[in-house]
């Protein structure tokens, strides 16, 4: 699994990546209000220029990785890269 990153560095993410995304969950309990967070799973659906990336989520919901968002990589995607040979071209990383 790769680091934790900021959606900042998501214009690195592609179509077809796997991610998880950090969202969290207010809980009212009595008199005391809780933030829980949980990973939900999510692919890389479209990333055009000068736009957020798309993902679908687990749950089938559809959204755009924002800056503020905390998120894994899971699987990448990475085409090769331009004018390197294989024995050149390095592992995909984020």
């Not at 968002?69 to 390095?90: D, I, Y």
Request: aromatic content about 10%.
């Amino acid at each position: 699994m790769f680091l934790n990153r900021s959606g900042s560095d998501a214009w690195h993410l592609e179509v077809g990546d796997i991610i998880l995304i950090m969202y969290h969950v207010s809980r009212d309990s009595g008199n005391d209000s809780e933030r829980a967070g949980h990973w939900i799973q999510a692919e890389i659906i479209e990333h055009e220029a000068d736009r957020w990336p798309f993902a679908r989520l687990a749950d089938g919901q559809l959204t755009d990785v924002r800056p503020y968002m905390t998120w894994r990589g899971v699987a990448c995607q990475r085409s090769p890269v331009a004018g390197l040979g294989k024995e050149e071209r390095g592992a995909p990383t984020f």
